[in-house]
Nanobody, 125 residues
Framework: QVQLQASGGGLVQAGGSLRLSCAFSGGTFRRYTMGWFRQAPGKEREFVAA???????SYANSVKGRFTISRDIAKNTVYLQMNSLKPEDTALYYC???????????????????WGQGTQVTVSS
């Protein structure tokens, strides 16, 4: 069974940075597409970034140029480096994984079968 554990969230001022981590277990990490999603109170869960098994990446327009997704195969961990944070980035951030996602659906939360518990990111103005 695939298990995911997100960590690294916290409280930061606008313009600051955070690095989120997601530890993966229960499968062959390098074969999975890994994604980051976020959900703010009263809003739907939205796509943030994803990285395919090939290493190709995808980002939401709202975070392009500020966030970077990466993976460390040896550590079975995916990261989300968040720079130039804005108050509108405040949300509960979830990591997700799936072994059979195609590029056209990697930004859809419904395409992922495995989810972590989430880590809170709060950005003050």
């Amino acid at each position: 069974q695939v298990q995911l554990q997100a960590s690294g969230g916290g409280l930061v001022q606008a313009g600051g940075s955070l690095r989120l981590s997601c530890a993966f277990s229960g499968g062959t990490f390098r074969r999975y597409t890994m994604g980051w999603f976020r959900q703010a109170p009263g809003k739907e869960r939205e796509f943030v970034a994803a990285i395919k098994s090939t290493g190709s990446t995808s980002y939401a327009n709202s975070v392009k140029g500020r966030f970077t997704i990466s993976r460390d195969i040896a550590k079975n961990t995916v990261y989300l480096q968040m720079n130039s944070l804005k108050p509108e980035d405040t949300a509960l951030y979830y990591c997700a994984a799936d072994a059979q996602i195609i590029t056209s659906t990697m930004s859809s939360a419904q395409a992922y079968d495995n989810w972590g518990q989430g880590t809170q990111v709060t950005v003050s103005s």
